[in-house]
């Protein structure tokens, strides 16, 4: 199983960014699909979750209403679409992949790499 990550970067505050995880090697219609970040010193922690579907989202409550996870189940891909950015959104994002969106969000089952977004003040 890969999932690979991309779209980080280095934005100024109130900006926006596109992140994108590619699946491959799992039937990613029957997955749920998250992603977490982990900030310097600080654990890793649940940004956002999708089901299957798409139908079914979950949020951390940092960042409703200013992100938006969705997936292409015909491109194998799941995105984060980050909108007014703040500089303690500055993680390391990883996605990830699950059975269902509550397991999902304390154990997933398979891990991407991260991509960096760093957001200046």
């Known amino acids: 199983v890969q999932l690979q990550a991309s779209g980080g970067g280095l934005v100024q505050a109130g900006g926006s960014l596109r992140l994108s995880c590619a699946a491959s090697g799992l039937t990613f219609t029957s997955r749920a699909m998250g992603w977490f970040r982990q900030a310097p010193g600080k654990e890793r922690e649940f940004v956002a979750a999708i089901d299957w579907s798409g139908a079914d989202t979950s949020y951390a409550d940092s960042v409703k209403g200013r992100f938006t996870i969705s997936r292409d189940n015909a491109k194998n891909t799941m995105y984060l679409q980050m909108n007014s950015l703040k500089p303690e959104d500055t993680a390391v994002y990883y996605c990830?992949?699950?059975?269902?969106?509550?397991?999902?969000?304390?154990?997933?089952?398979?891990w991407g790499q991260g991509t960096q977004v760093t957001v200046s003040s």
């Open positions: 990830a992949a699950g059975i269902s969106i509550v397991i999902l969000r304390t154990t997933p089952r398979f």
